[in-house]
């Protein structure tokens, strides 16, 4: 049944099919194929994969981050970040950077960023005169802040996938790896800016244009605190939370009165497909990560790395090691569901702390969006800003390094992950 499922996975997988439905016909065909289970074990573990509370989170945070959008926000939020940043050196790109940031406040997703705030500021980059392969690598780069910083989509899916975490503690462990990843990428455009010349705005902001950016953008920047204040003083749990976001988007945009019935409705529809490719990969990764454990995959595997050191740190390492090689060939999201009942028992055995394994596999994950030959944060940025993938593929390369410097740090110091889930009550 392994052989069965693991040829037709990359069979399927090579030939181009849907990763969703890779994972699909691998794991029916195997039970088919070779008759040790009932066929409706795979119905079965199809619903179980998304019949879950916590999940519930995911199509509202994707509506929130939709609805925030229809009402005019995020360009709300690229106005603060102009005025912030966007005078020093390589100005347009720390904007990139800074409205990534706080879009992530809001959207969760990478795939969002890419297509919304970080494709409208590589437009605004290029016509400033940034050589257009670099405003699309920085704006995929930047992309990758959003699933790290919470709300985190990935954080939800990769809390109902194990045990010992909380989809709250995993929200509060992506803060610092977040913030540094923008403080990496930042460092990293100072110094391609420097060296090409990128300038910012000539002038700086004044005060009164600092006040209004700030005052148009507060509704948009408080969201997060609303979403995180409320889960840590015990408001409502983080599946709540994302109602109560959706709830905060919509009366907004009522008040605002920035909503058309046409505007809305797309809303709605984006939201509605968003949510049904997502649930469609979690439950056909369900049937796929069920029987990798039932087959005991993972214990063979830990026995192949143990059996290399019993260090922690070197397990870390190889376990980082191994994740960052399916991030290249495999998607983001079926890689998570597939990944963290295989690994996670490894690094539960090396006493490794679940809040560090957990950001350690996100980050890793969301680096390989911007890696080639799957990178799909990069064919969004290619498609959008009408680049070819080979030059942006060799324009990222300066950034995906800055991020792997964050990605070892979360390694090397699991203070990094644990700190503010720790202050705050949610580390073990």
Sequence with gaps: MGTTL????????????PVAFT????????IYIDGGLNPLVAAQRMFAGIDSF????????????????????????????????????????????????LFAGI????????????AIVMR??????????YAGALS??????????????????????????????????????????GLALAVANQIISSRHGYRGRSERATLGELRASAAAALPAIIMPAIILGGI????????????????????????????????????FARAAVITSSVLLIVAMASIFAWLLTYLQIPQELARAITSITDNQLGILFILAGFVLVCGFFIDTLPALIILTPVLGPIAASA?????QFGMMLVLNLTIGMITPPVGPVLFVIATVGQLRIEGLSKAVLPLLAAELVVLLLVILVPEISTFVPRYFGFAN
């Design 6 to 17: 693991i040829t037709l996975f990359f069979a399927t997988l090579i030939l181009g099919v």
């Design 124 to 133: 605004m980059m290029r016509k400033a005169g940034y050589a257009p392969n």
């Design 23 to 30: 994972m699909g016909i691998a794991g029916m065909a195997a």
């Design 54 to 101: 916590p999940l519930m989170a995911v199509p509202f945070f994707i509506l929130a981050a939709e609805l925030m959008t229809a009402c005019g926000l995020t360009n709300a939020l690229l106005r603060f970040a102009n005025v912030l940043v966007g005078h020093v050196r390589g100005g347009l790109g720390h904007v990139n950077i800074l409205v990534s940031m």
């Design 107 to 118: 959207s969760g997703s990478a795939l969002a960023d890419a297509a919304g705030p970080s």
């Design 140 to 181: 995929a780069a930047t992309a990758t802040i959003g699933p790290i910083i919470p709300p985190s989509i990935l954080a939800v899916i990769y809390a109902i996938s194990t045990s010992g975490v909380t989809v709250a503690g995993l929200f509060l462990a992506g803060i610092l790896p977040g913030i540094l990843l």
């Design 351 to 355: 006493g490794i702390d679940p809040l």
């Design 232 to 267: 840590l003083f015990g408001v409502f749990t983080p599946t709540e939370a994302g109602a109560v976001a959706s709830a905060y988007a919509l009366v907004l945009g009522f008040a605002m009165r920035a909503f058309t019935l046409r505007s809305l409705y797309d809303a």
